[in-house]
């Protein structure tokens, strides 16, 4: 059974940079790729950036730039390295897993939640103005 657990987040000051951890394990081959996703209090859970098989990255548009998506495939293990943040940055970060369907590209990946079937408990952060 696939599994997913965060690590990293916490209170930090606008402008201030954090760095999530996402630890995978179970039957993960090349073929998954994982994302990032928040959810803020009364929003919907949103894509903030996912990686493809092929380590081709894709980010949400308002943290293009301040965030960076990468991973350690001998490992497992996702990050999400997150610089100049903002009280808007603040929510519940989860960390999800998918199979590449056989039709996707392998530089192609998506970053819609309900792509997802392997989500993690999440891990809070709260960015003080």
């Known amino acids: 059974q696939v599994q997913v657990v965060e690590s990293g987040g916490g209170l930090v000051q606008a402008g201030g940079s954090l760095r999530l951890s996402c630890q995978a394990s179970g039957p993960i081959d090349r073929d998954y790729y994982m994302g990032w996703f928040r959810q803020a209090p009364g929003k919907e859970r949103e894509g903030v950036a996912c990686?493809?098989?092929?380590?081709?990255?894709s980010y949400k548009d308002s943290v293009q730039g301040r965030f960076t998506i990468s991973q350690d495939n001998t490992e497992k293990t996702l990050y999400l390295h997150m610089h100049s943040l903002r009280p808007e940055d603040t929510a519940m970060y989860y960390c999800?897993?998918?199979?590449?369907?056989?039709?996707?590209?392998?530089?192609?990946?998506?970053?819609?939640?309900?792509?997802?079937?392997?989500w993690g408990q999440g891990t809070q952060v709260t960015v003080s103005s």
């Open positions: 990686i493809a098989i092929d380590g081709t990255p």
């Open positions: 999800a897993a998918r199979r590449r369907p056989t039709y996707s590209s392998a530089w192609f990946c998506s970053r819609a939640a309900s792509d997802f079937p392997h």
